[in-house]
Nanobody
């Protein structure tokens, strides 16, 4: 079984910064894509940023130039540095990963339970 555990959410003022972290644990052979999604109240879950094991990144247009994703493949962790936060960034942020538990098996998609980020004065 694979678990994703997020940390780092909280309350921050507009213009502030926050770092989210996610650690994958369990029976892990490899992780290809790992990243972050978010869901604001009354809205659908949306992609924030992802990174492949090779370092290729994908960002939502709304967070480009403000957020930066990073990974430690050896530790199976992913982080999200969030700068210049806006009230519209308020959401539950979810860690997501495509995990292979064995070289012969297909990757399976896993979600963390989420961490709340509130941007408010």
């Amino acid at each position: 079984q694979v678990q994703l555990l997020e940390s780092g959410g909280g309350l921050v003022q507009p213009g502030g910064s926050l770092v989210l972290s996610c650690a994958a644990s369990g029976s892990i052979f490899s992780i290809n894509v790992m990243g972050w999604y978010r869901q604001a109240p009354g809205k659908e879950r949306e992609l924030v940023a992802t990174m492949t094991s090779g370092g290729s990144t994908n960002y939502a247009d709304s967070v480009k130039d403000r957020f930066a994703i990073s990974r430690d493949n050896a530790k199976n962790t992913v982080s999200l540095q969030m700068n210049s936060l806006k009230p519209d960034d308020t959401a539950v942020y979810y860690c997501n990963a495509d995990v292979k538990v064995n070289w012969a098996f297909r990757a399976r998609n896993y979600w963390g339970k989420g961490t709340l980020v509130t941007v408010s004065s």
